[in-house]
């Protein structure tokens, strides 16, 4: 058994970001997108259906944590809670549409505001939008846990949704369920934001024509939010490329099941290469990117050795490979994590930005992980983002923490933008170009001074593809 850190050398890791410092305008002038012809979904996702939770008292708030969702306030009623000496603690809270606030809040804590602000994609990338560079037609594909197809942000926007068994199962096709159909097809009911996350993504693959019991695939707030960073309408880098969705028919929480996965992401590749070769030159898939849960874990040799093999096959096909917080061509390969950013600040300035919610603490502190980030990695915008929920076709979620699935989902609609704007371009010119126009800033907090380099800046990035 070989661990995923040398899948990923053989993956040829590489991240990238981006970032400009321009305006992020409305998207009132913005080019409204066709839907895709001819869709292929094999079933819809059912909707995360949860009891909504009356908290009596307010989550434990430690200053110095970096853990995601520490403050998780999402379809919660808090109107019982005094929440006016609690400001601090609210810019580190993750919460939906669904959650029902007191009447009194602190000063500047405004959630209406604070969602529909983390809903832009960061700097420059709607004035790209509109100036008619959108991703129109770009395909891209994603092999993650499924999201909810029928969310206003992208649908329309999903040319193929399959979900993958193992090496000797059959793939799961559960019609909608018609009468629930407004709430995105069968509806998976659950108890709470927490039960959702360790249940989204899970299934039974049972043959449904022959197990009448067999629970049908949920959506989960990975996948959704992954669809809506790449393509959504509103929050979206490349709200114009079309979406091609593999998710595995599997428990994606399991530790146990690595091979399981490993088998369902080396069958979606092959899917992925067959489609291509049969897709006319302008209809070409030019990225995939794949969720860090998945290459997760220890895999068998054998396995591990046909991945490669798969994996190559691609590379050289010139597909950009965005795979568990990396970027990879055939040539280069970088980390890729999300910048930070208060909740309270402008997503459009490049000065809003610094070392992301999980990773500042180890950055500031330790000197391996500071060089780390400073010579080996790709910066894109991720934290304090918001994205489609998986609980209803018009939620939203906020999400303090943007891990590394936001930022690949971010490159691979940055790399949907580069192929409209230029057919021609490749992983490794694409590479370069953020290379050569990346950023540096520099981050001062606790006493401590950084300095960070990689800051993707779209604009530039596109415009020395160009030159």
């Not at 909810?148 to 799961?172: C, F, P």
């Not at 309408?233 to 490993?262: C, E, I, W």
């Not at 080996?376 to 939620?395: I, M």
Request: contains cysteine; charged residues 25%; aromatic residues 6%.
């Amino acid at each position: 058994m070989i661990n995923i850190i040398k899948i990923r050398k053989i993956i040829l890791p590489l991240a990238m970001i981006l970032i400009l410092n321009t305006s992020c305008s409305d998207t009132s002038k913005v080019e409204v997108i066709r839907d895709v012809a001819e869709a292929s979904i094999e079933r819809y996702p059912g909707v995360i259906s949860s009891e909504r939770i009356k908290l009596e008292s307010f989550p434990v708030y430690d200053k110095y944590s970096s853990e995601p969702l520490e403050i998780d306030l999402r379809n919660c009623d808090i109107t019982l809670l005094n929440l006016l000496d609690k400001f601090d603690a609210l810019l580190r809270a993750d919460f939906d549409t669904r959650t029902i606030w007191p009447y009194s809040l602190p000063e500047g804590i405004n959630p209406k505001k604070i969602l529909e602000t983390g809903k832009c994609p960061g700097p420059g990338i709607r004035q790209m939008h509109k100036e008619g560079v959108n991703g129109k037609g770009v395909g891209i594909a994603v092999i993650a846990s499924p999201p909810l197809a029928e969310h206003s942000e992208y649908a329309g926007r999903i040319k193929l949704y399959r979900e993958i068994g193992g090496e000797d199962e059959n793939t799961v096709i559960i019609k909608p369920d018609k009468e629930k159909e407004s709430a995105g097809g069968n509806t998976v009911i659950i108890k709470s934001p927490e039960e959702a996350d360790r249940t989204a993504g899970s299934h039974n693959a049972a043959n449904p024509e022959t197990t009448a019991s067999a629970e049908p695939l949920s959506a989960s707030y990975e996948g959704t939010a992954i669809a809506s960073i790449i393509a959504g309408r509103t929050t979206g880098v490349a709200p114009g490329a079309v979406l091609y969705y593999f998710s595995p028919v599997l428990d994606m929480s399991g530790s146990d099941n690595s091979d399981d996965k490993l088998s369902c992401i080396i069958k979606a590749l092959e899917e992925i290469s067959d489609l291509n070769d049969k897709l006319p030159p302008e209809d070409k898939i030019r990225a995939v990117v794949i969720e860090n849960c998945l290459l997760t874990g220890k895999f068998m040799s054998e396995n591990s050795d046909k991945l490669q093999s798969t994996v190559t096959h691609m590379l050289d096909s010139g597909v950009l490979l965005l795979p568990s917080g990396l970027v990879s061509s055939v040539s280069k390969a970088y980390n890729v994590k999300c910048l930070g950013r208060s909740p309270l600040s402008s997503p459009d300035k490049l000065e809003s930005y610094g070392a992301g919610y999980e990773w500042e603490i180890q950055f500031l502190t330790y000197n391996d992980d500071f060089e780390t980030v400073k010579n080996g990695c790709f910066l894109v915008p991720g934290d304090s983002r918001t994205t489609a929920s998986p609980t209803g076709n018009q939620d939203y979620v906020f999400n303090r923490a943007g891990g590394v699935d936001f930022a690949t989902a971010y490159l691979a609609g940055l790399y949907a933008l580069a192929c409209q704007a230029y057919p021609a371009v490749t992983p490794d010119s694409f590479i370069k170009a953020a290379i050569n126009t990346g950023r540096e800033i520099t981050v001062e907090k606790y006493g401590l001074k950084r300095s960070i380099k990689y800051v993707l800046d779209p604009l530039r990035i596109v415009e020395n593809i160009g030159a």
